[in-house]
Each structure stands twice: as structure tokens, then as C-alpha cells.
């Protein structure tokens, strides 16, 4: 009777992956640059780490990279498997910055779902107005716990040729 529940909740758990969308993103999805294996297997997927990049869809002119780990084995090759919260972030002024709308401190730049259920790592992005600096912050929570693995980046709005400096604090909501 157990292994019959297991296969149900499974079965289950299987159709909601596949009929459930997965969490909307606040900005386009991200480029893949490359990906670096870290943990062979034999016969499926090996573990790895992605290193992808986003443009902010609210401030032009500024990128961030950011590596995720990926598991592989049966479970990453299913679909199971949940990832873990470790990220990096790397975001820097890669031309003039002109901000397209008004933004909250601590608003969503992307966000993207980690596991079957409830887990997601989201890339926010804040205003430092006493240093004229866009400060971008990425991390994993759950619906229940968070996690407190996090990562910081900064990006001095600096001018680009003849095209002044604009005040990040001109754009907060």
C-alpha cells in the first residue's frame, strides 16, 4: 500500500511539474554563456555549474552575470532534483545608463523557480541615492524558509561618453 502512495504522490508531483507553469520573470530569460561540469556520472546528466547573463529590463545599460549550480544525475534528468540556494552575481555598467520606468527599492529583476515546489531565486534591485549606485542582491527562499545565502553587486551610475551621469534617485517610486 506504501509503494502504491509513493507512486501516486509521484505521478502527481510529475503532472504538476509538467502542468504548472513556472514563476513569471520580470525581465526576458537569461543568456547561457557556458557551463562547466563539477561532478561526473556515468550513465546521466553530470553535476554543473551555468554561468548565464541578463540585461536589467528597467535600466539600460547595465548586465549581471550570475552562476547557478545544476544537479545532474537521475534526479536532475527528471526534473527532481532541488537545486541548491548557492548563486553568484556580477552586475556592471556596460553603456549609458537611461532608466525606461519608476522602480521600487528591492524590486524583482528576474526570478526564476529552483525545484518542483515552492523554491525560487530571485535577482532584486535597489537604489544606493547618497552614492548614486544601482545595487543588485540575488537569493533563494522557499515558501516556508528562506535561505541566507545571498549575493551582492554594484554598479556606480558613472557617464558614458558625452552622456551625463543620471540620478538613480530621480527614478525611485
Excluded at 541548491?84 to 552586475?91: F, R, Y
Excluded at 523557480?113 to 543588485?136: E, H, P, T, W
Excluded at 545571498?150 to 527614478?171: E, H, L, R
Aim: aromatic share 8%; hydrophobic share 40%; charged share 25%.
Amino acid at each position: 500500500m506504501r509503494d502504491a502512495v509513493k507512486s501516486f504522490l509521484g505521478l502527481v508531483a510529475l503532472g504538476c511539474a509538467l502542468v504548472v507553469p513556472s514563476l513569471a520573470t520580470a525581465s526576458d530569460d537569461p543568456d547561457l554563456i557556458f557551463k562547466r561540469s563539477t561532478v561526473w556520472h556515468f550513465l546521466t546528466p553530470d553535476h554543473k555549474l551555468a554561468v548565464y547573463a541578463i540585461d536589467d529590463p528597467v535600466v539600460d545599460g547595465v548586465a549581471c552575470h550570475f552562476t547557478l549550480p545544476e544537479k545532474g544525475g537521475v534526479s536532475g534528468m527528471l526534473g527532481l532534483a532541488e537545486e541548491t540556494s548557492d548563486v553568484s552575481l556580477a552586475c556592471r555598467q556596460v553603456g549609458p545608463i537611461s532608466f525606461k520606468e519608476k522602480f521600487e527599492q528591492g524590486s524583482d529583476m528576474y526570478r526564476q523557480s529552483r525545484s518542483l515546489f515552492f523554491k525560487k531565486m530571485q535577482i532584486v534591485r535597489g537604489c544606493d541615492a547618497k552614492r548614486n549606485v544601482l545595487v543588485y542582491l540575488v537569493y533563494s527562499d522557499k515558501l516556508i524558509e528562506g535561505s541566507p545565502k545571498n549575493s551582492t553587486s554594484s554598479v556606480p551610475i558613472m557617464p558614458w561618453g558625452d552622456t551625463p551621469a543620471q540620478k538613480c534617485s530621480d527614478w525611485l517610486d
